[in-house]
């Protein structure tokens, strides 16, 4: 079956590699990338493809109606992506969170339930991050699709909110919306900002790697396209109002994971900086990925570690050119090279 898909946030991290999979692996569809270029938006992470005639990149905002009502119009299915990401920056200054993840969302879901009824899917991309925090002392937990929403960053609770948003489309309009909730992703193209890619490209400067807390806090990693892979499984196979967990199976402590890093660079603990603790940091995400594995056929096959992250840990110092662009913020003006100021 051929699809149109509408992709926001198609120039951060996992949207980009999602647009490439999907150019790869699915020679029927066509993408149009929805996004208006925030600082973690980075049209250079698709200047590969930006030539296939099968995508089309449109900069603008999840929260300008009118354009989203011509672009549903266009379209046949979402996936949508577009968000503020980083725990961190909400702890700064939640407003964008709750404006982008909340109102954009909202905004879109409008559009779409006006452009489609109940036709059209729509995949919500949501993230582990809505159930909260498990113990650490309790290993056998782990996050089910029935866990409670305990949103505790602001990030989280913008991305609860949308989720919920999402949920109640679905409940009250009959839309065809599903929820996928991931846990932490990794590969290339991650904004250097996010504890891989900030770790390895310090690293490579020569500087230490700021390790909050204690370091025992535990994610549960999975590879990038392992998680564009499950995205595409729910689009394609997932039952309209239900939500899957997708996730690696792979829990690390951030202290095992500095570790891997450093073996992988050849470099020492010294390199470790113990810094304060991020304010009301989660201690420990692991997913159960039951559901999605049993019912839609999908595994991760692309996330087995020492492999995978050694991979990922050579793509960025083989990448300096990237990174350092955007650490130096020259990666903005890429856009107006190419594109001007349309
Ligand atoms: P990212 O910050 O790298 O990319 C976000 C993209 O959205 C950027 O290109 C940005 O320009 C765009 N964007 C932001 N606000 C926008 C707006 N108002 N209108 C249009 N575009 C806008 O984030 P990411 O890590 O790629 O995450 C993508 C999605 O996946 C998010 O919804 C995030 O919550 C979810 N998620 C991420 C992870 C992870 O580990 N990174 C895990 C689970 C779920
Ligand atoms: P991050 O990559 O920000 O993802 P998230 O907060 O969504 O899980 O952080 C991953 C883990 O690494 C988290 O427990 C916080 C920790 N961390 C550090 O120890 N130092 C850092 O500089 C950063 C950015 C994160």
């Not at 299915?77 to 725990?87: D, G, I, M, R």
């Not at 096959?301 to 990237?322: E, F, H």
Request: charged share 25%; with cysteine.
């Amino acid at each position: 079956m051929s699809r149109h898909i509408l992709l926001t946030g198609g120039s951060g991290f996992i949207g980009s590699n999602l647009v490439r999979f999907i150019l790869r692996h699915r020679p029927d569809y066509r993408v149009t990338n929805l996004d208006c270029l925030t600082y973690s938006g980075n049209p250079e992470n698709l200047a590969d493809v930006e030539k296939d005639g099968r995508y089309r990149f449109v900069h603008g905002n999840i929260l300008d109606r009118p354009l989203l009502d011509t672009l549903a119009k266009e379209c046949d299915s979402v996936l949508h992506l577009a968000a503020e990401s980083h725990v961190d920056r909400s702890i700064l200054d939640s407003r964008p969170f709750v404006e982008t993840n909340v109102m954009g969302t909202q905004n879109i879901l409008d559009a779409w339930r006006h452009a489609k009824g109940k036709a059209g899917r729509f995949v919500h991309v949501s993230t582990d991050e809505v159930y909260g925090s498990l113990p650490l002392e309790r290993p056998e937990l782990k996050f089910t699709e029935e866990t409670p929403i305990q949103a505790n960053s602001p990030y989280a609770a913008s991305k609860a909110s949308s989720d919920l948003l999402a949920r109640a489309y679905h409940h009250t309009f009959g839309m065809d919306i599903l929820i996928t909730r991931c846990s932490n992703n990794f590969g290339p193209y991650q904004f250097p900002e996010k504890v891989i890619p900030l770790f390895v490209t310090n690293l490579v400067e020569g500087k230490k790697v700021p390790l909050y807390g204690d370091g025992r806090n535990v994610r549960d990693w999975l590879h990038v396209d392992d998680h564009g892979e499950a995205i595409l499984t729910v689009l394609e196979k997932g039952t309209g109002g239900e939500v899957y967990n997708i996730g690696g199976n792979n829990e690390r402590s951030n202290l095992e994971l500095t570790h891997s890093i450093l073996k992988a660079m050849g470099k020492g603990s010294e390199m470790i900086q113990p810094v304060a603790d991020r304010l009301g940091h989660d201690r420990r995400y692991a997913i159960d990925a039951t559901k999605i594995e049993r019912e839609l056929g999908w595994k991760p096959t692309r996330s087995a570690w020492p492999g995978a992250l050694d991979a990922t840990v050579k793509w960025y110092v083989d990448n300096p050119k990237w990174w350092q662009r955007v650490k130096s913020g020259a990666y903005r003006e890429y856009y107006k090279q190419q594109y001007g100021n349309r």
